[in-house]
Every structure is written in structure tokens, then in C-alpha cells.
T-cell receptor, first 114, second 112 residues
Framework: GPKVLQIPSHQIIDMGQMVTLNCDPVSNHLYFYWYKQILGQQMEFLVNFYNGKVMEKSKLFKDQFSVERPDGSYFTLKIQPTALEDSAVYFC????????????FGPGTRLTVL | GNSVTQMQGQVTLSEEEFLFINCTYSTTGYPTLFWYVQYPGEGPQLLLKVTTANNKGSSRGFEATYDKGTTSFHLQKASVQESDSAVYYCVLGDRDNNAPRFGAGTKLSVKP
């Protein structure tokens, strides 16, 4: 079936540095999402994105976070600067429609902030 | 706004036992309801989906009925297997609300 890829699978970074997480969504999808999952805890919505714009973001989507998808390439989540509490697994997802369509999730990027 | 409640954080069963995972929702619109399953080390994947009220969805022996009267979408399976061990998320989607709403998740552990 359709697959979402995430690069890298693991990232270790020092607190205060910048990190970019990359997502290669399903090819004909137009709606993109980022979720955060701290180890052993629930999936938490961060942001969704369509047509070059953030449509909705949660309280977890701090000012240090940004998303973009330049020229139909990777959908990226950038954190600058990183903080210790940003350590988590970040999942990207894409879908063909809002709300009512299946989301396809990537395998996640495990981010460790030291 | 929309919300989803899963009160059971963890369920432990033995193989061949009956599974029931509780999910209730709140919305002012006309939602589509989903169950996603997340196996260890993976992202969630769709288990089943129901778009029409009072319809039932089923997949791989799991089933859930979109009950508009009780605003519930409970997940059931007659006989679980050890391979069903995973986290199950009840999710509400709505055309009028941008972000799908995830429940807190229920971790199912099945003992052989």
C-alpha cells in the first residue's frame, strides 16, 4: 500500500541546536500532519498543513516549531532552538482529504535532545 | 469542539478471550470515526473506518458500530490473539474541523 517515509529514523542533538525532520508523503496526497509521541504515551497532534499553509496547530506547536513543503518536496518540521522536552518520536502523516480520509503514517523519527 | 474519550488505558487478556475497548465521542457535526492500531516501533495504521451513523465497520475480526444515540464507537473482537497486542486509538474526523481528534489510546496486551 501507499507509504510515508521519514528521514532520519533517529536523531541525537544538543539542546539549543536546530533540527529538521523530513517526511516524504504519499505522492498524490495534499494534506499533511505532524504528531508527537513521548515514549509510552499517547499520540499528540502538533499541526496540519495544506496548500502551503498551516491550517491548525495545537498548544504543543511552540514558536520554535515551523513546517513547510517547498516545491512539493519533503514536508519538514523544523525546531529551532531545541529543548530537552522536545525529545520524543515525531510521526508524519498524509491524507487525500480532510477529516474523513484515512491518514497514512510514517514510521517516525526518534529525536533525542541532550 | 470535537473530542474523543477512551477511559481504558490498558487491557490485558489471554488468547481467545473477548475484547471490548470503550470509545465515546463528542461533536456538533457529522463525523467519520476510525480505529487505528499502533504496533511497537511503528506508526499507527488504519484498522477500520465508519462514515455513516448506525453502520458497522469490520476488519481482521475487529468490529465497531458508529452509534449516534449513545455517541459511542466501541471496538470488539470475539477472540484475540497474541499478535493483536498493540495500542488502539479511537479517532474522530470531520470535514468542518481540520484536525482529526485522537483518543488517549488503549494498550492491549494478550498473553499466550
Amino acid at each position: 500500500g501507499p507509504k510515508v517515509l521519514q528521514i532520519p529514523s533517529h536523531q541525537i542533538i544538543d539542546m539549543g541546536q536546530m533540527v529538521t525532520l523530513n517526511c516524504d508523503p504519499v505522492s498524490n496526497h495534499l494534506y499533511f500532519y505532524w504528531y508527537k509521541q513521548i515514549l509510552g504515551q499517547q499520540m499528540e497532534f502538533l499541526v496540519n498543513f495544506y496548500n502551503g499553509k498551516v491550517m491548525e496547530k495545537s498548544k504543543l506547536f511552540k514558536d520554535q516549531f515551523s513546517v513547510e513543503r517547498p516545491d512539493g518536496s519533503y514536508f519538514t518540521l523544523k525546531i529551532q532552538p531545541t529543548a530537552l522536552e522536545d525529545s520524543a518520536v515525531y510521526f508524519c502523516a498524509s491524507s487525500s482529504d480532510w477529516g474523513i480520509a484515512e491518514q497514512f503514517f510514517g514510521p517516525g523519527t526518534r529525536l533525542t535532545v541532550l | 469542539g470535537n473530542s474523543v474519550t477512551q477511559m481504558q488505558g490498558q487491557v490485558t487478556l489471554s488468547e481467545e478471550e473477548f475484547l471490548f475497548i470503550n470509545c465515546t465521542y463528542s461533536t456538533t457535526g457529522y463525523p467519520t470515526l476510525f480505529w487505528y492500531v499502533q504496533y511497537p516501533g511503528e506508526g499507527p495504521q488504519l484498522l477500520l473506518k465508519v462514515t455513516t451513523a448506525n453502520n458497522k465497520g469490520s476488519s481482521r475480526g475487529f468490529e465497531a458500530t458508529y452509534d449516534k444515540g449513545t455517541t459511542s464507537f466501541h471496538l470488539q473482537k470475539a477472540s484475540v490473539q497474541e499478535s493483536d497486542s498493540a495500542v488502539y486509538y479511537c479517532v474522530l474526523g470531520d470535514r468542518d474541523n481540520n484536525a482529526p481528534r485522537f483518543g488517549a489510546g488503549t494498550k492491549l496486551s494478550v498473553k499466550p
